[in-house]
């Protein structure tokens, strides 16, 4: 147990690092930007377990943001990288492991006939958009307020006034004329949709959505909506692509729009299977995938792009994965709500509600059901950093941001639920100290 505050090395390590990094982080979340405070450096993780500098202990609900769905150093996993790095690291030559790990993904996933490995989600889903642009000659993407597709140029939009209207960038740095070609719709609002096509159905190279969208706390597809969205698309001629950098091998064995009523005609894998090294995918009928260089005109390539070292700890992962982890994993996050859910409602939370897919769950600060972007955002921020800060003081680490998705890993059972409770208790009590 602690205050919340970082320990005294943390501290002197984010001192330290903001003189050589920006920020002091390689990626803006990490900072605590988002919730006040310093950022917990981590020493080592094991099983459910992170360790920071300061030698104190946390139940890790960040899980590198979904992608050590296995818990920290599985020793399997472990095992895998030591014996693939001990051949060499990398040669930038084909290596049998590529395919290995492809034909895992191709045997779970029947929307892929053909896949290419890259080294982020960020990378797939540009390639992705660059394929789909590529195979129907068209220039524009959809997206949705709220998705986060990577960092790429054009994905770096939400939505601007009105739904027909042309986004505007959410970054400095990005023209206005890329972002233009991306058009922003709601999540869950098939009208919103149709409207754009109405206008600028012709020019709609693809579509690209989150199945259950995770970058703005945990928010499920309602009824009828990957199926109508899908098909708004084929019947412009505009591919969709399905986002399942988080969902893919997280929520089953395999990807999960087909069982949501979604179809693809381009998936975008990462997170879980690259085993916790970096890694992502782009995958699709052998049609649409046969666009991409060597085969086709669209020039896509990466010098680290399938290393064996990635590709083992993915293979190896997937590996582990058969069906009573995901039993177990639903079991826990399942508890993992109620608890939550008890708990808020025990400490008299005004505005509270505790969103749940699989694994990945998310508390929002307002009345739910959330819905959308718009829904998600009139959670209590400041409510969600006094939260966030009891909870790192009782020895629980959550995304150090309120619009992200906590992760369960197959690491965590009944004991840790109960921690999760204990911490919880404090964790309502300080948001709701200055509630309103
Ligand atoms: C994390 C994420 C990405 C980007 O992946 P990186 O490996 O961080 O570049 C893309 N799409 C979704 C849905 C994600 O959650």
Redesign the pocket.
Known sequence: MNDGASGPRSAKAFRRARRTLVGGVDSPVRSFQAVGGTPVFVRSGRGAHLTDVDGRRYLDLVNS?GATILGHAPPAVVRAVRAAATRGLTYGAPTEAEHELGERILAACPAIERIRFVN???EA?MTAVRVARGFTGRRKVVKFEGG???HSDGLLAKAGSGAATHSLPDSAGVPAAIVGETLVAAYNDLDSVRRLFEIHGEDVAAVVV?PVA??MGVVPPAPGFLAGLSKIARSSGALTIQ?E??TGFRLRNGTVHERLGGRADLV?L??VIGGGLPV?AVGGSSTVMAVLAPDGPVYQAGTLAGNPVTMAAGATTLDALVPRVFSSLERTAAAMERALAEEAEAAGIPRWCVQRVGSMLTVFFTNGPVRNLAEANRTDRAAYARYFHAMLGAGVYLPPSALETSFASAAMGPRDVATLRTAARRGFAAARARGR
Do not use: L
């Open positions: 943001w982020s989600g960020t889903v986060y597709h990577g989150e995770g970058n986002d950098v988080i975008t990462g997170k992502g």
